[in-house]
């Protein structure tokens, strides 16, 4: 079956730092891939999606570009800040609409001033 | 908009107690999903309706957990009778046109 595996955690970073969180899927056809975001206190968020292959998803910031190749959707950013400390969950959904999400476990960003 | 409504936000029950909870989508959405979201681990799909059909409920442990959305907008999610294992935030989430999955912010049940 489908599946979304997350690079381990936590994530401690300073402010202005680069960001990398890893993410790779397993799936037939072709998915959509997304991120979602789970502030402290907070409801799960969509970031950022992609629908096809090469197609780059980006908001606030963060981007993540769908690699068929390497079947991965690898989060980034630039320049870190506080606000976005947060729970970060990959997620995929099978072609086609109103599909279920399956999502990875999650990984805890910590970013210090 | 008001966003996904669920309540309570937090519920303490003893092993074998019955308990339910409610979500209230976005209004005009049709498509609601209960998900389960054990600690440190993505949330998992339960129950997805469309309207007032279950269309997927093959992630529902039948035997105890029950769900219905009998006018096609607000749902209920139960479990009778609750065990340990069933200490988890659960999620209901709701689509519009757009097709993204719209989030509420759970309830944490403690089974103690």
């Known amino acids: 079956g489908d599946s979304v595996t997350q690079m381990e955690g936590p994530v401690t970073l300073s402010e202005e730092a680069f960001l990398t969180i890893n993410c790779t899927y397993t799936a037939t056809g072709y998915p959509s891939l997304f991120w979602y975001v789970q502030y402290p206190g907070e409801g799960l968020q969509l970031l950022l999606k992609?629908?096809?292959?090469?197609d780059k998803g980006s908001n606030k910031g963060f981007e993540a570009t769908y690699r068929k190749e390497t079947t991965s959707f690898h989060l980034e950013k630039g320049s870190v800040q506080v606000s976005d400390s947060a729970v970060y969950f990959c997620?995929?959904?099978?072609?086609?609409?109103?599909?279920?999400?399956?999502f990875g476990k999650g990984i805890t960003l910590s970013v210090r001033p | 908009e008001a966003g996904v409504v669920q309540s309570p936000r937090y519920k303490i029950i003893e092993k074998k107690q019955p308990v339910a909870f409610w979500c209230n989508p976005i209004?005009?959405?049709?498509?609601l999903y209960w998900y389960r979201q054990n600690l440190g681990q993505g949330p998992e799909l339960l129950i997805r309706y469309e309207n007032e059909e279950a269309v997927d409920d093959s992630q529902l442990p039948k035997d105890r957990f029950s769900a219905e959305r009998l006018k096609g907008v607000d749902s209920t999610l139960k479990i009778q009778p609750a065990e340990l294992g069933d200490s988890a935030v659960y999620l209901c989430?709701?689509?519009?046109?757009?097709?993204?999955?719209?989030f509420g912010p759970g309830t944490r049940l403690t089974v103690t």
């Open positions: 992609a629908t096809k292959a090469d």
């Open positions: 997620a995929l959904s099978p072609t086609g609409a109103n599909s279920k999400l399956t």
């Open positions: 989430a709701s689509v519009g046109s757009s097709y993204e999955q719209y």
């Open positions: 209004s005009g959405h049709n498509t």
